[in-house]
Nanobody, 117 residues
């Protein structure tokens, strides 16, 4: 029943900005921890940023200070504002929703972000 749809991916030049958005449906959105993950080719999916139902955030060290995660419970969306993009940010970005920290939760289909070198 839960559906997560990402949007906003694309190709941007180094130093540029991009905003990813994830729209959730089929759940009481405000109860869930939301996160953005990314997956590099041949690598495991890794956490980029997460925000709990209470608004606490967590960022990967590689993006701290450049990326910001925020949520709008009224709209059931979670966004990832990405600034100062680097080629090493190139990956498929996924939206995740989970009720508990130990749940794998639900995933969006992913959106490609490409930052050429």
């Amino acid at each position: 029943q839960v559906q997560l749809v990402e949007s906003g991916g694309g190709l941007v030049q180094p130093g540029g900005s991009l905003r990813l958005s994830c729209a959730a449906s089929g759940s009481i959105f405000s109860m869930y921890t939301m996160g953005w993950y990314r997956q590099f080719p041949g690598k495991q999916r890794e956490l980029v940023a997460a925000i709990t139902s209470g608004g606490s955030t967590n960022y990967a060290g590689s993006v701290k200070g450049r990326f910001t995660i925020f949520r709008d419970n009224a709209k059931s969306t979670v966004d990832l504002q990405m600034n100062s993009l680097k080629p090493e940010d190139t990956a498929v970005y996924y939206c995740n929703q989970r009720r508990f920290w130990y749940d794998s939760g639900s995933w969006g289909q992913g959106t490609q972000v490409t930052v050429p070198s």
